[in-house]
DNA sequence: TTGTATGCGTTATCAA
DNA sequence: TTGATAACGCATACAA
């Protein structure tokens, strides 16, 4: 049986609300003789005491704990992500509870009730992310909550993650400077906002450089490792294969590079590879991957600010940040001449632009 | 405000128990009249109540949360772990508490107490590990607690591990194999369980192959990139530099990579490389990366196996089990002839036999 | 300087 | 079939 403040009352020879006193709250100075000091801490020492946090934040309305929700903790960029949360919010007092969604609205959602009956303090999540009902609810709570990386457009709530339109573009862009007209889109999860809004600065930079959209070089369903296999390996038995395949996600262009390497595809002499994501190793594969870099840190600095902001003071307005991506160029990208392009018909349908 | 029983009870018109039977005392048949389980149900809907956990931990003495604590969760291995663990303590209806300590006692310390005021039902512990003091405290308490990758010998308590000296061996053994006799090895965190048990089977192995040991071939200090990026270099500069680096974990492998691009030292004509811990990149390394595997969602799975009989049962003898590693053949390692070797004087110290 | 009493939200015991 | 009441461990308003 776990000591209680009543045990080292006991056994100091003074009342409960003493022994908190003496034990717990150091910040109003509640003039106790030093005598009772001595003797209070002494028992609580000697018995091993260990406040009952449930009891404490019971009493209090306050449990000092976070939430957190991500979708993968294996995907490296959540593990960054996670850790750089955890960092954050330990300097302010704060434990995390980190909930792994493995992708699963349904464990997302369950995740979010456990959370709240547990009554933490405010929530960070990275939601699944194609259906926003049960984060409306969250939001129209008083919990407070930031999303992160995954966040809703349409949802007015505060969030935090890179500009993935940008990034997309960065990317894109520098295929198309290189060279390649016939770029693949291999997305994550459909209906996401990391994915819609990279799908979307895919687009736009397509757009842009006058290239239409061929709807055959967008596959993909997933942000894991496998989906990037299989969408690699479809896209290279295309009869009009691309050039280059720009992956929504690191765990996609592991995938990518398994399928090229299967197929004895040389990155990038047969074909050109960026993904979005930009994990410790990607300078040490083979070869390096050229790759989209989010702010992982600064991502983790702004939502605990706003967190913060949320819980000290509920009713100011909701923000949403977006901060800037950085393209890291290395050498699975290989520069190709415009008219080796050019002459290659383009046998799927060319009427679609979109 | 949160919605209590109380409020569900003046709404429903009926006692706060009755409430507290309706909507969470499904298991005991307390025949309640259709009616009023209609009405209370009703009410809690309609006010959106959410059960206390704190208050229901408090008076069960029971919180369905497990505490879970790693020494870095941006290690793809413990990525990895902390995911598997969660799966399987979901599916057992606990929750898990995850602390990162970033491979400090101090940190480490405070998570162990944040845990234990928390009352979790239980522990999963990867400590940093050099020190058992507190571990011991824990141990002696009746909190069920399970260690894993990070154990230690001396001490009696629950864990489960890859058979680490066992791994070092299919690695040294293997570079033996193929010629090599100058292997070095970069170690991670000294004093760790995981470090120790690593460094002895690269001794043993050597040892066995009549091969003896150079101290100057054994350098590291912890298990980050950083250290395998410094320790590369020293070896690299030595003036009668190894044939073969054995690294400890994967992020010294990936500094050993930087460190060897950077010199233009080519793997595996100019060094070998294998390293402990098999991460999904690794393969896609360059070069593909001979490693050794552990059983890592093995390892999660006695793990909570073990804890879920400790907290059943508490009062059985306490186990210490080893997983087998899997040596992982890639390209990273090139055959040597042994008479290259042999031409090869040994300027270091050929006395020091450990 | 210290003690008494109350309540946080829940469940469990007992009684009706 | 339901209700009153106590208790979990703690913090705090109020009293002394």
Redesign the interface.
Known sequence: M?VTLKDIAKIAGVSVSTVSRVLHDNSKKYTISDETILKVKEAAKNLGY??????R??RQNK?CEIGVIVP???N?FF??L??SL??EL?VKGY??????S?EDPL?EQSAL??L????VDGLVVASVGQDFTQIKKVRDTEMPMVMVDRCFDELDVDSVSVDNVLGSMLAVNYLINEGHRRIAFIQGLPGTYANETRLQGYKKALHNAGIPIDKHLIAGNDFR?FNGYLKTKYLLKLSNPPTAIFTAGDLIA?GA??AC?ENNVRIPNDISLVTFDD???A??????VTAIEQPIKKIAQMAVAMLYDRISDSRNERRKILLEPKLNIRNSVARISSTAIKSQPANTDPNNTR
Chains 1, 2 share one sequence.
Do not use: H, M, Q, W
């Not at 434990?95 to 792994?100: A, E, K, L, P, S």
């Open positions: 776990p260990r406040v009952n946090a449930l009891a934040g019971l449990t993968d903790i294996s490296p593990a960054e996670v850790k955890a960092g330990r434990n995390i509870i980190v909930f792994d493995d464990i009730k456990s709240i009956e547990k009554r490792s592991l590079l398994e390497k994990p410790d190793y300078s040490y594969l083979s070869p390096a």
